[in-house]
């Protein structure tokens, strides 16, 4: 069954990518949703499964709501048609890259910025990262 949102995400404008993942990391630095992750942080200290158990549902769902406003569906699912269409375009688009590496900064810190050199440095990176399930909904 084809997916009904292939043409939406076909369609979405690196510009509407961009204004998507400026809103998310706006999103994410409200004063109340810094406040859920950093809380969430606190409990999960240096584990990283307790991050992703904690840190990461907040953030999920921060993106899955911006993600709704683009045209996808307002789920996990609906995320990962976002990912893969910013996967196809942050080898041509620098800026998308950043903006990736900035959100999942904010669960992952330290993490980004070795990544960042790492996936800058190697041509075709985006197209190893496969779905896009690895920038951010999954890391």
Do not use: C, W
């Not at 949703?33 to 990283?48: I, T």
């Not at 307002?74 to 688009?93: A, H, P």
Request: hydrophobic share 40%; glycine share 6%; no cysteine.
């Amino acid at each position: 069954m084809e997916n009904v949102y292939e043409n939406v995400r076909r369609e979405l404008s690196p510009e509407n990518v961009k204004e998507a993942l400026q809103v998310m990391l706006e999103r994410m630095h409200l004063p109340e949703n810094e406040a859920k992750v950093q809380g969430a942080k606190e409990q999960a200290g240096d584990d990283m499964v307790e991050v992703f158990k904690n840190v990461f549902p907040i953030v999920l769902q921060i993106q899955i709501e911006v993600v709704s406003k683009f045209g996808f569906v307002s789920n996990q699912e609906g995320l990962k048609d976002f990912l893969i269409r910013v996967n196809q375009l942050t080898n041509e688009y620098p800026e998308i890259l950043d903006l990736m590496l900035k959100i999942r900064e904010v669960y992952l810190p330290g993490f980004s910025s070795k990544a960042a050199t790492a996936e800058r440095e190697q041509p075709g990176s985006a197209e190893k990262r496969g779905s896009g399930a690895t920038s951010v909904a999954s890391n």
